[in-house]
């Protein structure tokens, strides 16, 4: 009996979990076109299952979502370029809920300098 339950609770498992992946990870809560935020960091928190940098922008706060470790550190983004104080360009996707200031970075533009963190994306 407790085979079968144990078996059965694997399966429910293995079916939702990949669609709760996705849902996370995936692009799907983001607006389709490209956008910029330009902002000076206030704080950053980074790690997985991705960093997560506060810009002040213009007075309004935006979350720019920076990569994971390997990510940034694949695109030549160090951490100790993502500190208070600096102001960076992100170029990526908004959120598309209404009132949401996350924007998920592609790029990141710091001194003139362009970090890629999905090379592979327009």
């Known amino acids: 009996m407790n085979l079968q339950r ?8 293995l079916v939702f979990a990949p669609a709760v992946a996705l ?18 960091i206030k704080s950053v928190r980074l790690g997985n299952p991705h960093g997560r940098v506060t810009l002040d922008a213009d007075g309004e706060e935006w979350v720019a979502e920076v990569g994971q470790p390997w990510r940034n550190e694949r695109a030549g983004l160090k951490d100790g370029m993502l500190v208070e104080g600096v102001r960076i360009t992100v170029s990526g996707h908004k959120s598309a809920r209404p009132g949401e200031k996350v924007i998920k970075a592609e790029r990141v533009l710091i001194d003139g300098r362009q970090y890629d963190l999905y090379p592979d994306r327009d």
């Not at 078996?7 to 429910?12: K, N, P, S």
């Not at 849902?23 to 000076?40: F, L, M, R």
């Open 23 to 40: 849902g996370h990870h995936g692009w799907n809560w983001a607006e389709p076109v490209n956008s910029e935020v330009t902002g000076v």
């Open 6 to 13: 144990n078996i059965r609770r694997m399966a429910v498992v």
